[in-house]
């Protein structure tokens, strides 16, 4: 029987893989994960992600064993020694066929030609899949054939397109009869919030069924950071141990097949963001280079240095601002209302380049995504995709009393302040600040957001 050889990367299920599920109608699989380890670096991509990968890597090998399908765990440091393993494997096992499902920032395309091209070469067949994406790249475009720049209309006719696509996830493969050999494993292991995340895709499929048995709470709570009202799943949508066709049909299962209450779900509508923000990826590979999605978009930042460490360490002097960033250093994670709150803080009234933030989420981030993180920042900066307009400036003050009005969130991750009261806690006196060990300001609201205005106008 032919054999074939599974590349996985950001795919680390076993269900609805398109690239395995396929391969293992082929022929026989082996399976290979190799982690590029100075090449992440350079991607910025956290510790904390790393840590994950590997423990959810040893989950699916577990899943893949019982179905007598090896996987072999390889590192190297850059890309271009992925393709010499992936020809070594494919020369000392005499395979057939790769398959993988597809990456698209601009390295993992370019990375992918060039071993297409050489397995073409040497007479091997060469299947590619989408399976980070509910809908095939360029289904979704505007009457002109034109990808949509705003969301709105994106995801109007992307429902259209859902409507009339297979809806039903892949299952996983039948089991193989081969025997399994010794399997190589390089370890990579990094630190992250275990305790937070359970690797690997059972424990993604349980954290979506608990988030379901609540889902219609999700449009009311997901703007509180005080209380767990969010899905907890960006980790593991980051690292494909869940995939967003999974996640859309298990929301229309539990709406029990209502398309109605589907695609007027609040929690539904961030899936498709996280859609769009591939395809203008995808449309737009210039973005992995650092480049505005809108290039008429004003660019006024400044070298503001000390603004921008005090924002990493969570000492702005701004309460709300410092217990988000104090969440993301602690957990490697953030709410995403303030996410939001953080960005346009630094951006807009610190006036710091979006792209400072944007690599510091990504080194931080365990749900670190390039596509959606950033999609966001250039989204808070007035600089992308239907972005913000560039007088839309969150205050910090009004965003904590409206999201954080008892100071929950903020005594739990600025303790210094906990024994506040909830009116005092967003923003303390001079003379509290002194006795609590509490920076001052690092800007001027008021003034700032009047420079902000002046510039960006």
């Known amino acids: 029987m032919a054999k074939t050889l599974v590349w996985f990367r950001q795919d680390l299920r076993v269900r609805d893989n398109p690239a395995l599920y396929h391969a293992a109608k082929a022929g026989d699989v082996i399976g290979i994960y190799i982690e590029a380890k100075l090449q992440r670096q350079q991607h910025n991509e956290s510790p904390a992600k790393v840590g994950l990968i590997y423990d959810s890597l040893l989950e699916l090998r577990k899943e893949l064993n019982n179905l007598n399908i090896p996987l072999h765990i390889r590192t190297c440091d850059y890309f271009g020694d992925q393709l010499d393993l992936i020809q070594q494997m494919v020369k000392d096992n005499n395979i057939t066929a790769l398959y993988f499902n597809n990456e698209y920032p601009i390295n993992e395309l370019e990375r992918d030609e060039q071993l297409v091209k050489w397995l073409e070469d040497q007479g091997v067949e060469v299947h590619r899949y989408d399976g980070d994406l509910a809908l095939e790249p360029g289904l979704v475009k505007n009457k002109q054939g034109d990808p949509y720049k705003v969301f709105t209309p994106y995801k109007k006719s992307w ?271 001079t003379e509290q600040r002194k006795d609590l060990g509490y920076p001052e300001p690092v800007i001027d609201y008021k003034e700032s957001r009047k420079r902000a205005l002046e510039l960006l106008s």
Request: aromatic residues 12%.
């Open 159 to 429: 429902i259209e397109k859902h409507k009339t696509a297979p809806v039903e996830p892949l299952l996983p493969p039948e089991s193989q009869s081969c025997y399994i050999n010794k399997q190589e494993t390089e370890n990579f292991s990094a630190e992250y919030r275990d305790d937070l995340w359970a690797a690997g895709e059972t424990a993604a499929h349980k954290q979506l069924k608990k988030f379901l048995s609540d889902v219609e709470d999700y449009r009311d709570k997901r703007d509180i950071p005080s209380v767990a009202g969010t899905s907890f799943l960006s980790p593991y949508l980051a690292i494909g141990a869940i995939s967003s066709k999974q996640c859309i049909h298990a929301l229309l299962e539990h709406y029990e097949g209502d398309e109605a209450k589907l695609y007027g779900d609040t929690w539904f509508s961030e899936l498709v963001w996280r859609e769009f923000y591939r395809q203008i990826l995808i449309d737009k590979p210039a973005l992995t280079k650092h480049k505005a999605f809108n290039q008429d978009a004003k660019e006024v930042w400044t070298d503001n240095r000390d603004a921008f460490e005090a924002w990493k360490d969570g000492k702005t002097g701004f309460p709300i601002i410092d217990a988000a960033m104090r969440q993301l250093n602690q957990t490697g994670w953030m709410h995403n209302r303030l996410r939001m709150n953080t960005a346009m803080f630094l951006n807009k009234l610190c006036l710091v380049d979006w792209r400072w933030g944007e690599k510091y989420f990504m080194q931080t981030l365990i749900d670190g995504d390039f596509a959606s993180n950033n999609g966001g920042w250039q989204w808070c900066s007035s600089t992308g995709a239907d972005g913000a307009p560039y007088f839309r400036i969150m205050s910090p003050l009004s965003q904590s009393k409206r999201f954080d009005p008892e100071g929950e969130f903020i005594r739990k991750l600025v303790p210094e302040l906990k024994g506040l009261d909830k009116k005092s806690i967003h923003n303390p006196t």
